[in-house]
């Protein structure tokens, strides 16, 4: 976006070639020291997801808690595409602490899929678990997976987590992402817009629930929420254990007044293995500490356990956070 916006002030001509580079020589200077976060510590970016899901407002509430309760630490939290895009960030630590989801994070650290080598990171915390909603509209006539054969149908924005799950449950279901669909790559705000004037039909989102653009989508079309759970031993025969069964439960969006059965994955907050030892005890301890006050931003941060938090398979613990757990018992 900045390249974009240096171009067309180029093409104002030579008359604001002053400004132009000024705007330059900030924008080296913003880039410069953002990239002391690791060694410095004082400057922390968080990346997140799109600004319609779970991990964009938990991020922000997270930044904020740490600007507030790390001293000499500012913390901001970046809008992604998420979990494969957050891990890459990572890799290069162009970020320095990410959200991301336990099948993608299991890919990066092992080099595989999406990632040409593996990722050196290491984890933080399992913070609460990712649910894949598969949507639609009750005049669709779409009621199961087997259902979107010919549709148009989104799969999430690329390079993000629910793209690696929407494919991989396709696939499971026998449908050819590539020659059996009308395959779209919209984030979830963009999804809802879709739905809604019929440019797609149904959109794969993994996230946490409630998540924002659906239970907006639901108070204006009656919204049907296809189940995934049939394909749960299919992913886990290939993938690991890190697919798990869940449920939504009746009410959590307006109108959808049955559980329905489908595939989970946690989500895991991490960080490259650089990172101060110091620092990542101190984010651990934060998440906990302030946990009354990140579930106020969004209720999924009541989800975090000190039992569950350290299970992050197949990633390992920071050290920093492993001396917390070990220390809170």
């Not at 002053?18 to 924008?27: D, I, K, N, R, S």
């Not at 909603?133 to 690329?158: A, H, K, N, Y």
């Not at 026998?174 to 790559?185: E, F």
């Not at 919204?223 to 939504?248: C, K, M, N």
Request: aromatic letters at 6%.
């Amino acid at each position: 976006m900045r390249r974009g916006v240096s171009a067309g002030l180029h093409h104002w001509g030579q008359a604001v070639s002053g400004v132009v580079l000024a705007l330059t020589v900030l924008w080296v200077l913003a880039a410069c020291s953002a990239g002391e976060a690791p060694g410095g510590g004082d400057r922390l970016s968080i990346a997140t997801g799109g600004t319609g899901g779970v991990y964009f407002v938990y991020g922000g509430a997270l930044a904020d808690q740490i600007t507030q309760n790390i001293e000499g630490v500012e913390a901001t939290a970046e809008s992604t595409s998420a979990s494969v895009d957050n891990m890459l960030l990572i890799a290069d630590e162009s970020s320095d602490i990410a959200f991301t989801l336990a099948d993608t994070a299991g890919d990066a650290v092992e080099g595989r899929e999406d990632f040409e080598e593996p990722v050196p990171a290491q984890a933080l915390a399992q913070l609460y678990t990712n649910y894949t909603q598969i949507v639609t509209t009750s005049g669709s006539g779409i009621r199961s997976v087997e259902d979107l054969r010919g549709r148009s149908v989104s799969l999430g924005s690329p390079g993000s987590g629910t793209e690696v799950i929407a494919l991989r449950v396709l696939r499971a279901a026998g449908i050819d992402p590539d020659s059996d669909i009308d395959r779209q790559q919209l984030g979830v705000d963009e999804s809802v817009d879709g739905v809604r004037d019929g440019t797609i039909d149904a959109f794969f989102w993994s996230g946490g629930l409630p998540t924002g653009a659906v239970t907006d989508l639901a108070t204006t079309d009656q919204i049907v929420l296809l189940p995934s759970i049939d394909y749960l031993d299919a992913l886990r025969e290939q993938f690991g254990e890190v697919y798990q069964e869940a449920t939504i439960p009746a009410g959590t969006y307006e109108g959808v007044d049955q559980d329905v059965g489908v595939i989970g994955v946690p989500n895991y907050l991490v960080v490259n293995e650089s990172m101060d030892e110091e620092m990542a005890y101190d984010i651990t301890r934060l998440l906990f500490d302030q946990q009354d006050a990140l579930a106020q931003a969004h209720p999924e941060a009541n989800n975090l356990n000190r039992d569950t938090a350290p299970q992050v398979p197949p990633l390992e613990l920071h050290p920093g956070a492993q001396r917390y757990y070990d220390e809170a018992g």
